[in-house]
């Protein structure tokens, strides 16, 4: 009982982290109706640049800020010169784009910092809270951190202005231009806190399984799996998502197919949901293009 | 000087022209009716003032050249265009999109006073303030469409068939809003109709569009009076 | 005519419409390949059937990418799916090697067809959703313990090279040169008639415009799942001739990287284009060698670079170019 109670904690903190790369990829998708293949290279990067911010002396925190601010305008900055210049050309040659992106920026990561395994710091304390014997600090701090970024953003986008132009931009872009809204700086602060929140994921799930170049590949697929169950256009959905993907993962690893087979997990959720639900639970039904 | 005028407008949706060298005017305070059948070009016309389609001539707002503008300054610029389709957010409340039209201003106190008025204009709106968008009536979205584009405190209204799909009944409602919002407020609007009896109502000046080109324009009671528009579009 | 470039101007042509020059092209491309074996050694024909291998896994993968608009980011999955029956069929029951081709093509044909279905009902997006989920996980279930005596786990399986039947005094490098030749023409000849016949228009008429095609009767849903099928017979068979070729399957030889090398072969090979898939494969197959040299990361960068570009530079590929070099030649001769 304990073991299952573990998995499940433990699951819950995996979960985080693949909700918030899930929400990344949401709110990238009701923007431009695109899937940001590119999501967890970019996270990647973010995490070794915290990496090395931290190594050269700088404390965990400030590094901490310091890589969510510089993977936001980063963010921005792909949104406006790879993207796009690409908005206008066949789905096709966007989902290559994509593709480009991702592996150019592993081959980046892997070229500037080699490919050997680092460690990476975790800001919680080692111990268990409480010396309880069933949640680490660390997972409990993941949660917590992924609660409290999630609640920044709701807040964010339900009552500010900014956030509101950005939600009419998701949904009409024609309408927004004719109240006065710069489409084009909308889009790119939304890779923008894109690529903040897969910092933020990447810098969590690091201390977990290790720095190197293949780290967000799994998280990456989960997090799909995740966003297409809980809809792909659902940004409650993608946490509600992110979370029940991390138990199944841990408990139908542990207990069903063994722990190796556990990334089946993901493919299986992707084709069950596209076969069953399409658009998973809280999603609007996946239309084809028109 | 007229607050809009538009001169040798040429404008299409890429494979050829649909409009043919248009020339329109608007007076500050004043409405100008643009009538005419489907097909004719007057939806184009409206989109090419605001820059939403490819076009070229000469488009001047208050002596200022808005035709190589981007639409999102035309609208900062204080020209409302309330969409064919009525373009509403329909995801968000009727607050938001209310709120939506106000983006661009940055006096809080005007906004708040325009809530105010759109409230009191439309007091349907109110009623429904935190309602989906979508869930709203026909009739109550055009006002929604409407109240967004007052929200903009604009100095030029470019209203595209705010009477289309909607009962007689609302579509008289709406007019005599429309009426009074045009007294109240000295904003000049550009109103494109298929109905001509209602639109020549409210406006007055008024040309005539047949594929892309005008055929007749003058005030609102010389276009009523001539007999080939009376037998055309009047029903006379 | 899908294989033609825009802009490229009429040229004389033999009576079936193909280009005098192309023609004469292809005849001497051929005529060069059969004769190889005589002037090489056996380390380059080996390379040589490697490429000619992978122009086969190219050619399926574009028959869905480039002719039916639809992505697939897993195809590396199929190739292993291909090279792994082939093995298995071989080691553990001791089928001949030409026998296990069919049955690498026709498991990887059923394995697409009834992975296609579900997603290519929706947005292309969702199949290359799901086909990059597929290229991910399939490496970890080859190496699954649980079916380790089948597939030699983490430490694969190991083949010896067929030798040339008939007592032909060929060395198995060479055989097996000759031997991916003959299905890769046969696959070219077979993949050209698909593309020219009324298959082919009908998946190019779904890629350009669905709706329309749907409205004219065309089985939108049917004809992307048999055209995946397809696509995955070619790239099985063409693992299996890896297998065979390379002597040796092990999970890590099959990732993602892999199916990413694919769609990059298509993209410099040119996408709808079937000469595309030569040019391609001799791009997979040398970058990754001579990048591979400067640095570890060097062949992700180069091929992240290729595909970002593609779009802005050269959007038909090394066949496009070809075919613009090529017709504005005739004119420059004449002046």
């Given at each position: 009982m304990e073991e299952f109670l573990h998995q499940v904690v433990s699951g819950l903190a995996n979960g985080g982290v693949y909700a918030s790369v899930a929400l990344a990829l949401v709110m990238i998708y009701r923007a431009t109706?695109?899937?940001?293949?590119?999501q967890g290279e970019m996270a990647l990067c973010s995490t070794y640049l915290a990496s090395a911010l931290i190594e050269a002396g700088v404390p965990y925190w400030l590094a901490f800020s310091a890589t969510v601010g510089i993977s936001f305008a980063a963010g921005m900055l792909i949104e406006r010169v790879i993207i796009r210049p690409a908005a206008r050309a066949p789905v096709l040659s966007v989902v290559i784009v994509f593709i480009g992106l991702m592996v150019a920026l592993n081959s980046l990561a892997s070229w500037v910092f080699g490919t050997t395994i680092r460690t990476f710091p975790s800001p919680?304390?080692?111990?268990?809270p409480f010396g309880?014997?069933?949640?680490g600090s660390h997972e409990l701090g993941v949660v917590g951190v992924t609660l409290g970024m999630m609640l920044l953003l709701y807040t964010f986008f339900r009552h500010t202005s900014l956030g509101l132009a950005m939600r009419a931009v998701a949904q009409n872009q024609a309408s927004s231009r004719l109240v006065g809204i710069r489409v084009g700086r909308m889009l790119a602060l939304g890779w923008g806190l894109a690529a903040a929140v897969g910092a933020v994921a990447g810098m969590m799930v690091a201390p977990v399984?290790?720095?190197?170049?293949?780290?967000m590949g799994g998280v990456l697929l989960y997090a799909f799996a995740a966003a297409l169950l809980g809809g792909i256009d659902s940004p409650g959905g993608a946490v509600v998502g992110g979370f029940v993907v991390g138990v199944l993962e841990n408990v139908v690893g542990a207990y069903l197919i063994?722990?190796?087979?556990?990334?089946t997990v993901a493919l299986a959720l992707i084709v069950g949901v596209l076969v069953l639900?399409?658009?998973?639970?809280?999603?609007s039904v996946a239309a084809t293009r028109v | 000087m007229s607050l809009l005028a538009v001169r040798s407008l040429y404008a299409g949706y890429?494979?050829?022209?649909?409009?043919?060298g248009i020339d329109v005017d608007v007076a500050a305070g004043g409405v100008t009716a643009v009538l005419g059948s489907n097909g004719a070009g007057k939806t184009t016309l409206l989109r090419a003032v605001t820059g939403m389609v490819d076009h070229r001539g000469e488009v001047t707002l208050q002596g200022r050249?808005?035709?190589?503008?981007?639409t999102e300054d035309i609208a900062r610029l204080g020209v409302a265009h309330v969409p064919e389709g009525r373009g509403?957010?329909?995801?968000?409340?009727t607050e938001e999109n209310l709120r939506l039209g106000a983006?661009?201003?940055?006096d809080r106190p005007g906004v708040a006073a325009d809530f105010d008025r759109v409230y009191q204009y439309f007091p349907r709106l109110a009623e429904r303030r935190?309602?989906?968008?979508?869930?709203?009536s026909g009739g109550e979205q055009q006002m929604l469409a409407i109240g967004r584009g007052l929200m903009l405190r604009p100095k030029l209204v470019v209203m595209d068939?705010?009477?289309?799909?909607?009962?007689p009944l609302v579509v008289e409602e709406i007019y005599r809003i429309l009426r009074d919002v045009s007294a109240a407020e000295r904003m000049g609007i550009l109103l494109v109709e298929q109905n001509a009896v209602i639109a020549l109502q409210l406006a007055d000046h008024a040309c005539v569009l047949e594929t892309g080109r005008v055929v007749m324009s003058g005030t609102a009671q010389e276009v009523r009076a001539d007999e080939s528009i009376r037998r055309a579009y009047l029903g006379l | 005519m899908v294989e033609s470039a825009p802009g490229i101007h009429p040229t004389p042509t033999t009576r079936t419409g193909v280009p005098r020059w192309r023609t004469a092209a292809v005849v001497i491309a051929v005529v060069a390949a059969c004769a190889l074996p005589l002037a090489a050694d056996d380390y380059r024909v080996f390379q040589v059937t490697l490429v000619v291998i992978d122009a086969v896994a190219l050619l399926g993968l574009n028959l869905l990418t480039?002719?039916?608009g639809q992505i697939s980011l897993g195809h590396g999955a199929f190739f292993g799916i291909g090279a792994y029956t082939t093995a298995i069929l071989v080691h553990?029951?001791?089928?001949?090697y030409w026998a296990t081709l069919p049955c690498a093509g026709a498991v990887c044909m059923v394995a697409g067809f009834l992975f296609g279905l579900p997603a290519?009902?929706?947005?292309?997006l969702y199949l290359a959703l799901a086909t990059f989920a597929l290229g991910v996980v399939l490496p970890q279930v080859f190496k699954f313990r649980g079916i380790e005596s089948f597939?030699?786990?983490?430490e694969g399986i190991s083949l010896d090279k067929p030798h040339a039947p008939?007592?032909?005094?060929?060395?198995p490098d060479q055989w097996l040169y000759l031997l991916s030749l003959g299905v890769a023409a046969a696959g070219f000849l077979v993949a050209r008639n698909i593309v020219r016949g009324p298959t082919g228009r009908a998946i190019v008429a779904i890629r350009d415009s669905p709706i329309a095609a749907a409205s004219v009767g065309i089985d939108t849903a049917m004809y992307k799942s048999v055209t995946f099928g397809i696509s995955a017979l070619y790239t099985g068979v063409a693992g299996g001739l890896s297998a065979l070729a390379v002597q040796f399957v092990g999970?890590?030889?099959?990732?993602?990287f892999l199916s990413i090398s694919l769609l990059v072969g298509i993209v410099v090979g040119g996408l709808?284009?079937?000469?595309?898939a030569i040019y391609g494969a001799i791009f997979i197959q040398f970058v990754p060698n001579v990048a591979g040299d400067l640095s570890k990361a060097a062949p992700g960068a180069v091929y992240g670079l290729v595909l970002l570009l593609s779009i802005y530079a050269l959007p038909f590929g090394v066949s496009g170019l070809v075919k613009r070099i090529a017709s504005a030649l005739p004119r420059r001769l004449k002046k």
């Open positions: 109706h695109l899937v940001n293949f590119a919680f304390p080692a111990r268990p309880n014997h069933y949640i399984v290790f720095l190197d170049p293949s780290m063994g722990t190796e087979l556990k990334l639900r399409p658009a998973g639970l809280f999603g | 890429g494979q050829g022209d649909v409009l043919h050249r808005i035709d190589k503008t981007p509403t957010f329909v995801h968000l409340t983006y661009s201003r940055r935190a309602q989906q968008a979508g869930t709203l068939e705010p009477s289309f799909g909607l009962a | 480039g002719y039916g553990r029951f001791g089928f001949p290519l009902r929706f947005d292309g597939t030699g786990g983490v008939l007592g032909l005094p060929l060395s999970p890590d030889s099959f990732s993602a709808a284009s079937l000469s595309g």
